[in-house]
C-alpha cells in the first residue's frame, strides 16, 4: 500500500517550546484534503514519537487505517468513514442510479467490516447510504455533492457534541479533583476535546486545575502513547500509570472521579469500552468513587439490549507478545487471549454523559428519553 506521508520532525527544544504553546485543537485527527479528494488523518500509530499525517483515498487504504488504528476513537471512526466513504464515491464510474448504488452499498458494506464493535463507524455509513436512497432521483454529480455535504455535518455534530459532552460532566466535577481515565476518549478520538477528556480540557481553560492519572491501558497503549501525549501537549497535570496500578492510587485517596469513553452502550446502560475498563469500574465501585461515562447518542444503540448481545472484536495476539518489545516477550506457541473491548455492567456506572445531559440508572428509563 502506498501513502503520501508528510512526516513531522522537530528538536527537543522546539518540540517542548511548542507543547508548552499549543492547544489540543491545533491537531486535526481527521479531515479532508483542501481538494477533497482524499482523507487526510494523523496516525496514531506514530504517536507519540512523530506526528504524521496520512492522506488516504481508496477503500482498502481507508480500511487498513481504522483496522490498524491509525484512525481510532469511535466517533473519529465514523468521521473518517463518512469522509471516506464519500471520497470513494466520487470515483465510482457509474452513468445511473442503481449502478452507483451498487457499488457504494459494497464500499459501505466493506469499510463496515472493519472494526464491529465501534457503533458511530455503522452509523456514519448509514447515514450516508440514507442520503443516497432519499435521493436517487438525483444525477451522480449531485449524488457526490449531497454525501460531501453529510460528511462535513457528521464531522461539525461530532465536535459540537463533544463540547455539550464536556459541560455536562464538568458540572458534576469540582476544581482540583483528581481524575483517572482509561484507554483515549480525547480529541485524538473525535473532531475536537473529546469525550471523557472533554471536561479536562474546558477545566483547564477555566482554571480547574485537574490532576490526571492515565493508565497505560494494555496491549496497545493508547493512555501512554495517546492520552498522556495529549494532556501534556495542552499543560494538563497528568501521571501516567501502570494498567494494575489504578488501586493503588485510588486507596491513596488521589481519584475523586472515573471518566471513561464508550464504543457501544446498550440499552440497559451495559458499557463497551476499551479491554480493561469493567476492571477500572470495580475499583471505583469498591473505594466508593463516581465511575462516568461519556459518549455522544450516536454511540448508544437502540438494537442492542444489553452487554451479552455486543460482539467484541478479537485481535492478533502479537499485539500482547511483541508489538512494543524489541524481543518477544512470551513463549513462543503460548496461547493468547487478545480481546478489545470488555462491558462494563451497567450496575456498576453511576451516570452516562452525552451531549444531552446526564442519564441515572435505571438505564432503561434515562436512555430511552
Request: with cysteine.
Amino acid at each position: 500500500m502506498l501513502y503520501r506521508i508528510f512526516p513531522i520532525f522537530v528538536g527537543m527544544s522546539e518540540y517542548k517550546e511548542r507543547m508548552s504553546k499549543s492547544n489540543i485543537t491545533d491537531l486535526k485527527t481527521v479531515r479532508l484534503s483542501e481538494d477533497a479528494d482524499s482523507v487526510v488523518l494523523l496516525d496514531q500509530t506514530q504517536l507519540p514519537e512523530k506526528e504524521v499525517y496520512l492522506s488516504l483515498s481508496n477503500a482498502e487504504d481507508i480500511w487498513d487505517a481504522i483496522y490498524k488504528l491509525k484512525v481510532r476513537g469511535a466517533p473519529a471512526i465514523g468521521v473518517a468513514a463518512a469522509y471516506g466513504i464519500y471520497v470513494c464515491s466520487k470515483q465510482i464510474g457509474a452513468a445511473g442510479f442503481d449502478d452507483f448504488y451498487q457499488e457504494f452499498k459494497r464500499i459501505k458494506d466493506y469499510l463496515a467490516s472493519s472494526r464491529p464493535t465501534a457503533v458511530n463507524l455503522v452509523a456514519a455509513l448509514n447515514r450516508m447510504e440514507k442520503v443516497v436512497l432519499d435521493n436517487r432521483q438525483e444525477d451522480i454529480p449531485a449524488l457526490v455533492r449531497l454525501l460531501h455535504d453529510e460528511s462535513v455535518a457528521i464531522r461539525e455534530e461530532d465536535a459540537a457534541a463533544c463540547r455539550r459532552i464536556g459541560e455536562n460532566c464538568l458540572a458534576l466535577l469540582k476544581p482540583g479533583m483528581g481524575l483517572l481515565t482509561h484507554c483515549n476518549a480525547g480529541h485524538l478520538a473525535v473532531s475536537e476535546y473529546g469525550t471523557a477528556l472533554a471536561p479536562v480540557y474546558l477545566g483547564q481553560e477555566r482554571g480547574y486545575n485537574f490532576r490526571v492519572f492515565a493508565d497505560e491501558t494494555r496491549p496497545l497503549l493508547q493512555g501512554a502513547r495517546l492520552t498522556a501525549y495529549e494532556l501534556q501537549r495542552s499543560g494538563v497535570d497528568v501521571t501516567l500509570i501502570c494498567d494494575n496500578m489504578a488501586s493503588s492510587v485510588m486507596q491513596k485517596g488521589w481519584v475523586q472521579a472515573v471518566i471513561v469513553g464508550c464504543d457501544r452502550v446498550a440499552m440497559n446502560g451495559d458499557v463497551a469500552n476499551k479491554i480493561g475498563t469493567s476492571g477500572v469500574a470495580i475499583l471505583a465501585r469498591h473505594y466508593g468513587i463516581p465511575f462516568y461515562v461519556l459518549g455522544p447518542t450516536s454511540t448508544i444503540d437502540k438494537q442492542c439490549p444489553d452487554g451479552k448481545s455486543i460482539v467484541i472484536e478479537e485481535r492478533a495476539p502479537e499485539e500482547v507478545s511483541e508489538m512494543w518489545y524489541a524481543h518477544r516477550m512470551a513463549p513462543r506457541d503460548v496461547k493468547i487471549f487478545n480481546p478489545a473491548f470488555d462491558v462494563t455492567p451497567h450496575e456498576l456506572i453511576t451516570a452516562i454523559i452525552t451531549e444531552k445531559g446526564v442519564a441515572y440508572p435505571p438505564f432503561t428509563d434515562s436512555l430511552s428519553d
